[in-house]
């Protein structure tokens, strides 16, 4: 039951996101993505470095935010960790999760493509609900290197942090 929840928020909020901030930047959310993109020749090098260096900002205050707007009680700040798998399980159960993910983004995205119809935002976001559907039990879904850095350097835990960089890119 959590972990629906969790996954259909984070879908919801990545469509939300790429349907509302989409027409400003391709709403770059995710260094994987953003790689992608760089890769299959939609963006420059340049605009990919800044994307990424601008995410990671992002991150880095959000999961700041979060932490001092958290309950007092509460330790939990969306920090990654592995679940009854190895570092190498990670790895393999990260890189298909965010494989399917910017494959979606790179196939929903091509302007060379003219049999693309129905909601771009939507598709991606039911793609990060499929990733977390899949991976949450096992690694947390990272599918986002930002996303995962943010929580690690504000909480200073890295444990297998590698894992959230590596499976993805």
Known sequence: DQEMKVSLAFGLAIATLAQSLGHI????????????????CQISIFKAVMYIIAQMLGSALA?????????SQSSALG????????????????LLATFQLVLCVIAV????????????????????????????SYTGCGINPARSFGPALILNNFDNHWVYWVGPM
């Open 63 to 71: 999961s700041g935010i979060m932490y001092g707007a958290r309950p």
């Open 79 to 94: 920090l990654n960790t592995l679940n009854g798998v190895t570092p190498a399980q990670g790895v393999g159960i990260e």
């Open 25 to 40: 930047s391709g709403a770059h959310l995710n260094p994987a993505v953003t790689i992608g993109m760089l890769v299959s």
């Open 109 to 136: 995205t091509d302007k060379r493509r003219r049999d693309v119809t129905g909601s771009a935002p939507l598709a991606i976001g039911l793609s990060v609900c499929l990733g977390h559907l899949a991976a949450i």
